[in-house]
């Protein structure tokens, strides 16, 4: 981790980025909010929004910005957000693979981004699905409904909102 020294703090090297279906490419969004609607059986959630979130670690800012539109996005049918995500009312929940589990995702986005640096180490990817669910009455048991509904416990855990400062995985020995 660098250190920064104008401004006396750490700065993160894991990059963020958000990609979501622009509006009428959103079917599985559509999808969902409909999906929940009637499992919860409410009319409370007015839309849902998915958000594919990307955390890169160890690829230079050149290789970034080009792997945006052809390794992170459909630059057609995708809308990208960088480190942040749109201002919007909504509740959010991250759903991310539990450590161990093969993320197909993030594999095939760092093998892909190898590519376009092959002079440097590979390149660490995490992912997450954020889901936006959007309702002024939806509250928090709902959230822990729709939370229940969305993750399966043997392969994947809700997921930090907060960017790491390492995708660097740190396991205690037995």
Same mark, same amino acid.
């Given at each position: 981790?660098?250190f ?6 750490i ?5 963020r ?13 559509q999808?969902l909010?409909?999906e929940?609607?009637?499992v ?8 849902v ?16 910005? !080009? ?8 630059p ?10 749109p ?20 594999? !095939?986005? !760092? ?11 590979r ?36 997921? !930090?909102?907060d960017k790491p400062?390492t995708?660097a ?6």
């Amino acid at each position: 981790m660098p250190f920064d020294c104008q401004r006396r703090i750490i700065v993160s090297q894991v990059r963020r980025i958000y990609a979501e279906k622009r509006p009428g490419y959103d079917v599985a969004a559509q999808q969902l909010c409909h999906e929940l609607c009637e499992v919860l059986g409410t009319q409370a959630i007015e839309r849902v929004r998915v958000f594919q979130r990307y955390d890169v670690e160890g690829l230079k800012e050149t290789a970034l910005e !080009s792997a945006k539109g052809i390794i992170f996005s459909e630059p057609n049918v995708d809308v990208l957000y960088d480190e942040n995500l749109p201002e919007m009312d909504a509740r959010l929940l991250a759903v991310e693979y539990l450590p161990g589990q093969y993320d197909q995702r993030a594999d !095939s986005a !760092s093998q892909c981004l190898q590519l376009l640096s092959p002079d440097e180490d590979r390149p660490k990817v995490a992912c997450a699905k954020v889901y936006a669910i959007e309702g002024v009455n939806v509250t928090s048991q709902m959230m822990e409904a729709i939370a229940a509904h969305l993750i399966n416990p043997v392969e994947s855990r809700r997921a !930090s909102m907060d960017k790491p400062e390492t995708l660097a995985m740190h396991a205690d020995i037995p």
